[in-house]
């Protein structure tokens, strides 16, 4: 059955044709596309690789990254229409978002913003086509929320480079053709490109996840790899490089859970009103269950509007990084407690895979930790308020 959307105080009024046909179009792939996978993918602990042609052909990679783009094949949509593409996507699943977020924001922005002209001719058309697969080094074992602490290093050797550390906690690692790869130098931490067969370089998978199961995942090692002077990003200088690929990927997701907590909000809706107990009435007749669904619709709605706005401020070249902690904080917290209350309401059905609500709990477990923890984006905030920085 197609998904109904969410839309209480008539936000779609809100959005234009334009993204309202792209949300549709969104919205019909993941019906017809992932739903009929997603469940047996999750449970067997695979990426539906067969969906990363057809997600390019629809142009959601890459797909806000602004007019420069076009010139690579990128479709150049708004902020608000790329946002309503990562909702629809997250509501099939985390793991789907994920790897577009990582293409789109981890790899095709710093290569489009940072990279030379060679860079960008050679790697965004096969990004944004889907033929080339990318992923984004930053964690570290010992270094997480944390990142000024990396140990990676790479040390200038004749007119190249040579890199040596580690990177743990890598979406699409293995399944990468090319990695961008953070380091410290001795001008400061760069990003460099790493192509997967480069001597040294190995990606070995995580596994045993009980979240983000239909998602690649992986540790980088990088053992004396020899890189040419053209692997390194000329404009990716200092960690604000790498902190302004977050921002553009925190953005994604600050929208894409939104997608999620629909999918939990839409189920124990529907549930509550056909399952029946006590005498045969629906247990969505109990105030204490229309108090949950009520709840759940609220901060819903809520989410919406925070995410439109900071759509609209980004299109208008006016969110900023405190502004995208916010949104990824707050969506993120009322999308998990959505799943939970999901999962309350489908009582004992709740913790199977016939429905959606445990797999988007577990998910966004993940969601919660990456892209800066829930705890790191409140000092965010509470630096933007206080002027006082509590981060040590
Ligand atoms: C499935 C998955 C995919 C990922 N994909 C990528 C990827 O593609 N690329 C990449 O580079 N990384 C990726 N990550 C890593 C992710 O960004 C890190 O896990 C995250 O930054 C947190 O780091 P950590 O796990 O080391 O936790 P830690 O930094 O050790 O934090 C542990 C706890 O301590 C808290 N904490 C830490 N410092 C403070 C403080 N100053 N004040 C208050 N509380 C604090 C945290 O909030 C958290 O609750 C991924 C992680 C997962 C799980």
Redesign the pocket.
């Known amino acids: 059955m197609p998904f109904p959307g969410v839309d209480y105080i008539l936000f779609d009024s809100l959005l234009s044709a334009q993204e309202l046909l792209v949300r549709q179009t969104a919205r019909r792939f993941v019906d017809e596309r992932v739903l009929p996978v997603i469940r047996d993918c999750y449970r067997d602990a695979v990426f539906p690789t067969h969906l990363i042609a057809e997600l390019a052909e629809l142009g959601f990679l890459g797909a806000n990254l602004g007019p420069e783009s076009e010139r690579y094949g990128c479709p150049a949509m708004n902020n608000v229409e790329y946002g309503l593409v990562m909702q629809e996507l997250e509501r099939g699943d985390s793991g789907l978002r994920?790897f577009a977020s990582?293409q789109g924001s981890?790899v095709m922005y710093p290569i489009l913003n940072f990279g030379s002209h060679e860079q960008k001719s050679r790697w965004l058309p096969l990004l944004q086509s889907g033929k080339a697969t990318g992923?984004?080094?930053?964690?570290e074992p010992d270094f997480?929320?944390?990142p000024a602490g990396m140990k990676t290093r790479a040390v200038r050797d004749g007119s190249g480079w040579v890199l040596n550390g580690e990177?743990t906690?890598?979406?699409?690692g293995s399944a990468a053709d090319i990695a961008v790869v953070w380091a410290r130098t001795e001008e400061g931490i760069q990003g460099f490109l790493v192509e997967r067969d480069t001597p040294g370089f190995t990606a070995t998978n995580i596994h045993d996840?009980w979240?983000?199961r239909a998602?690649v995942?992986s540790s980088l090692s990088m053992i004396d790899c020899p890189l040419p002077e053209t692997a390194a990003l000329p404009g990716a200088r200092g960690l604000k490089a790498a902190l302004a690929c977050l921002t553009q990927a925190r953005f994604g997701i600050g929208w894409g859970v939104i997608g999620a907590a629909m999918d939990c909000y839409e189920t124990a809706r529907s549930y509550t009103i056909t399952r029946t107990q006590f005498d045969g009435k629906p247990i969505a007749s109990h105030q204490l269950v229309q108090e949950k669904l009520a709840w759940m619709i609220t901060e819903i709605t809520k989410a919406q509007l925070l995410a439109l706005h900071c759509g609209r401020l980004k299109d208008q070249g006016r969110l900023d990084a405190a502004h995208v902690s916010m949104l990824k904080r707050n969506n993120v917290t009322i999308a998990i407690e959505c799943a939970r209350l999901s999962r309350d309401l489908l009582g004992a059905n709740g913790i199977t895979g016939e429905y959606p609500v445990m797999r988007h709990l577990c998910n966004l477990e993940?969601v919660r930790?990456?892209?800066?923890?829930?705890?790191?984006h409140a000092?965010v905030i509470g630096e933007r308020v206080t002027g006082i920085p509590a981060?040590?």
């Open positions: 994920s990582v981890l992923c984004f080094g930053l964690t997480g929320s944390n990177k906690w890598i979406t699409n996840k979240s983000m998602s995942t993940t930790t990456y892209e800066g923890t829930d705890h790191i000092l981060y040590r």
